[in-house]
C-alpha cells in the first residue's frame, strides 16, 4: 500500500470515527492513538514495537451488528488491518465501563517492503482498558496472539471464547506459538464506550 493510500484510510477512518462517537447508545470503540509494549511502565521507560492505531468499532446490538475497523501501522510504512464486519472471524465485547475485548483474522496488510504482513492469517486479541483522561500511560492493554499457525480453525475457536468470556486456553491447551505482549498508549486517546441500556 503506498503512503499516500495509507493517509486517504486513516482520513476517512478518522471521520468514521467522529461520526461514531456522535452517535446512539451502543457499546463501541473508538481512538486514534500511538502505544508501544512494555510491563509495568512508566513515562521514560523504553518502549518496543511501537505502533500507530486508529479504531472504530461497534458491538452488535439488537438493532445494529457488529461493525467496524482497526488499522495498524508503523513509520517503516508496514500495516495491517482488522475488519470487525465480519462476525464470524471477530468479536468487539464492550464487557465493563471502560473495558473491551475485542479482534480476530487479520485480513490485509504490508511489510515495509511491500511483502504480505506476517499477521495475515493469524488471531489476534486485545484487551484494551481506557484508564480516563488523559491518556498518556493511563490507557493501556494487552495483545493475545492465539497462534503462529494461519487460518487456523481452533485458534478462531479459542479467540471467540476468550473475547466471549475472558477465559483463556489452559496453558496444556494453547496453540503453537501463543503469547502475550502488554502496551501502554503514550499519544492520542482511546475510548472505550458502555452504553447503560445494555446492562454490563
Same mark, same amino acid.
Given at each position: 500500500? =503506498? =503512503? ?30 500511538? =502505544? ?37 501501522? =508503523? ?126
Amino acid at each position: 500500500m =503506498r =503512503r499516500s493510500t495509507l493517509f486517504a484510510i486513516v482520513a476517512a477512518m478518522s471521520m468514521a470515527a467522529a461520526n461514531a462517537v456522535a452517535g446512539g447508545a451502543v457499546d463501541k470503540v473508538t481512538g486514534e492513538f500511538m =502505544r508501544g509494549n512494555c510491563w509495568d511502565c512508566s513515562p521514560g521507560d523504553e518502549l518496543g514495537f511501537i505502533a500507530h492505531r486508529l479504531i472504530s468499532a461497534h458491538e452488535a446490538s439488537d438493532k445494529h451488528p457488529q461493525r467496524g475497523l482497526l488499522l495498524s501501522w =508503523r513509520d517503516d510504512g508496514s500495516w495491517f488491518e482488522m475488519d470487525f464486519n465480519d462476525p464470524a472471524e471477530t468479536c468487539v465485547h464492550v464487557f465493563a465501563d471502560g473495558q473491551v475485548r475485542m479482534g480476530g483474522l487479520v485480513t490485509d496488510g504490508q511489510r515495509a517492503d511491500g511483502s504480505p504482513a506476517p499477521q495475515i492469517g493469524r488471531y489476534f486479541g486485545m484487551l484494551l482498558i481506557d484508564g480516563g483522561e488523559p491518556a498518556y500511560f493511563i490507557d493501556h492493554g494487552f495483545t493475545h496472539r492465539f497462534t503462529t499457525l494461519y487460518w487456523s480453525d481452533d485458534a478462531r475457536d479459542q479467540f471467540m471464547e476468550w473475547c466471549a468470556t475472558g477465559d483463556l486456553p489452559a496453558v496444556d491447551d494453547r496453540l503453537e506459538g501463543f503469547t502475550i505482549w502488554s502496551g501502554v498508549v503514550f499519544q492520542g486517546n482511546l475510548q472505550v464506550h458502555n452504553s447503560p441500556q445494555d446492562g454490563d
